[in-house]
């Protein structure tokens, strides 16, 4: 059973940064693909981002430059910078080992 711990969310200013870390146990995390979505109220769950085992990305339309993936294999980490964020980017944000994974997810809040 794979276990994703998410932190890094809060409070944060329009055009402000935070950058999210999801730990994964196991010893598989370096041939995993990693996803990063979220959630807003109301709203259905949408993907953020990815990451394969070979580093490769993709982002959802939204992004448009202001996200960055990344991994730490030998911590079992995947990372997500997060700059420029905007009011519609408050939503919890969960991380996925595969999509079949979860963890608990975090708040994102961009609030002035």
């Known amino acids: 059973q794979v276990q994703l711990v998410e932190s890094g969310g809060g409070l944060v200013q329009p055009g402000g940064s935070l950058k999210l870390s999801c730990v994964a146990s196991?010893?598989?995390?370096?041939?995993?693909?990693m996803y990063w979505y979220r959630q807003a109220p109301g709203k259905q769950r949408e993907l953020v981002a990815v990451?394969?085992?070979?580093?490769?990305?993709n982002y959802g339309a939204f992004v448009r430059g202001r996200f960055t993936i990344s991994r730490d294999n030998a911590k079992n980490t995947v990372f997500l910078q997060m700059n420029s964020l905007k009011f519609e980017d408050t939503a919890v944000y969960f991380c996925?080992?595969?999509?079949?994974?979860w963890g608990q997810g975090t708040q994102v809040t961009v609030s002035s």
């Open positions: 196991g010893s598989a995390f370096s041939i995993q693909t």
């Open positions: 990451i394969t085992s070979n580093s490769r990305t």
């Open positions: 996925s080992q595969g999509s079949v994974y």
